[in-house]
């Protein structure tokens, strides 16, 4: 199978002439295939049934995955669970606010980080998202939203940069003008922080947003909440992070999630808040979002804007994010595969 939102249009051009196809028949269905989000040859209407019909014979697809479940939420959020073309799934999810829609979109079936507090990991890793396949989930998201996507975040299933060439051939085709045709700017992604990777994506010459989903500013506290952090001491990730500003000369965010009476306290206000000046980056504070059998409690807000205080007292510039989706577990940290497939809606 040869996924068409694999290539890029000078690369599926070669394709085309390859089958003996003109130029301006593979110009002709890159624009039905990016920029009028064909879900199938049938739908290219101006192109010769032959030639349809090659495609097909030939192996090339435009989609893989198929939405089995959608869920809404009361604050316009879509999550949908897309079945892969081998029967696994993944969880993305369409975020609306004022002149923006933003994708959230996963990069691996489950996830070999193992964070105590989050439900992707329950499951464990099982493989790697195609470049391809992440693409798709923003046509996904579009089509079950009703509306263009602008922005997208790399923060679903997965950790983005341990699939990283997938990830980059992802970024790269969202930002390609022959492409999606999005703005750089407008694309983040997350990473619990691999200093190597950082490393090699500051010298991809991408002006997007790095994330660092630090959570705790400790190394201590960090094996205790992350486990696969443990092979990465936060003396390499902060300095990965300040290579990657110097490089591209993009502020870095840290996402931190507010665990009540551990990662709040007054010493780690303290430490966060060093990280934050060193790294002159903004934080982002969220609540954590409850997730069945996890022993940990979701905040009041009271409580996370006082620890939100704490550091702006610091000098440090730091945000609250309002949870979204939480009543369809398609806020951070709840994404899992736990809807069975049905029929889609």
Known sequence: MKHVLEMTVPEFSAEMARLGGKGFRARQIAQWAWKRHAESFDEMTDLPAAQRQRLYDEGFRLRTARRVHRADSADGTVKCLLELADGETVECVAIPAARRLTACVSTQVGCAMGCAFCATGLGGWKRNCSSGEVVEQVFHLQSAAGERVSHVVFMGMGEPLANYGATVAAVRAMVDPERLGLSARHVTVSTVGLPKQIRRLA????????????HAPTDSLRARLMPAATRYPLAEVL???????????????????????????????EALSRIARRLRCNVNLIGYNPVPSLPFERPDEATVEAFA?????????????????????????????????????
């Open 239 to 269: 300095a990965a992070a300040e290579a990657f500003f110097q490089a591209r000369r993009r502020e870095v965010t840290l996402e931190y999630v507010v665990l009540p009476g551990i990662n709040d306290t007054k010493p780690c206000a």
């Open 203 to 214: 010298a991809e010459g991408l002006p997007i947003t790095l994330a660092i989903s630090l």
């Open 309 to 345: 205080a704490r550091l702006r007292r610091q000098g440090v510039r730091a945000q609250v994010r309002r949870s979204r989706g939480l009543d369809v577990a398609g806020a951070c940290g709840q994404l899992r595969q736990t809807a069975a497939p049905a029929r889609a809606r």
